[in-house]
């Protein structure tokens, strides 16, 4: 039972550069999200996904797209990355039923040069 | 979601009692108060959540005052790996379909050996 898993770990682009930011669990959670923090900053929420099929905006989700691949997986995409773009990227999932609790993976460490 | 309020940072001797409060003023009666923490680097982790009675379990106390407006996690015997940054998150249960976390800025824990 690895959790949740996010790849790649580390990720240097360019300006403009496109990129997925894959994540999955296996936890049978319906529900998944993705976060990024900045340096001495919160978490903020890009994207949530409730359930498989459905996908919604979180906090700041402008620069981004998702998908839900299926039940397990939950992509990010940067289409045209920015140097602004430049966090840590976490993604999270939970089951829902109940005030349950949110399960992170290790992050990816983003920089847009 | 109701805001809450932490101090910036914290310091507690290695083995004695870290106490950290938070301050939830404006907790409405289907609000949930959750604390986790994020060790350096790493994806956030869950510690604990309570409604309205005080909580325990094997990494932590939450005591929740009587009116709701405040609560304090309970590290008992603080060790140097319990050093991370600790987010008091106040959530309303919604039936299991967005269960968004907003995370503020937490409190940093410093464990001195």
């Known amino acids: 039972n690895a959790g949740v898993t996010q790849t790649p770990k580390f990720q240097v682009l360019k300006t403009g550069q496109s990129m997925t930011l894959q994540c999955a669990q296996d936890?049978?959670?319906?529900?998944m999200y993705w976060y990024r923090q900045d340096p001495g900053m919160g978490l903020r929420l890009i994207y949530y996904s409730a359930s498989e099929g459905t996908t919604d905006k979180g906090e700041v989700p402008n620069g981004y797209n998702v998908s839900r691949l299926n039940k397990r997986e939950f992509s990010l995409r940067l289409e045209s990355a920015a140097p602004s773009q430049t966090s840590v990227y976490f993604c999270a999932s939970t089951s829902s039923g109940g005030p349950d609790t949110q399960y992170f993976g290790p992050g990816t460490r983003l920089t847009v040069l | 979601d109701a805001k809450t309020t932490q101090p910036t940072s914290m310091d507690c001797a290695e083995g004695r009692a870290a106490n950290l409060p938070c301050n939830h003023s404006t907790i409405s009666g289907n609000e949930y108060v959750y604390w986790y923490r994020q060790i350096h680097s790493q994806g956030p982790q869950y510690i604990i959540h309570?409604?309205?009675n005080n909580e325990t379990n094997e990494m932590a106390s939450l005591i929740i005052t009587e009116d709701r407006k405040s609560s304090t996690l309970i590290l008992p015997h603080a060790t140097l790996r319990d050093t991370a940054v600790y987010y008091c998150?106040?959530?309303?249960?919604?039936?299991?379909?967005?269960?968004?976390?907003?995370f503020g800025t937490g409190t940093l824990l410093a464990v001195q050996p």
């Open positions: 309570g409604l309205k």
């Open positions: 936890m049978n959670h319906n529900s």
């Open positions: 998150i106040v959530r309303a249960f919604y039936g299991g379909a967005t269960n968004k976390l907003i």
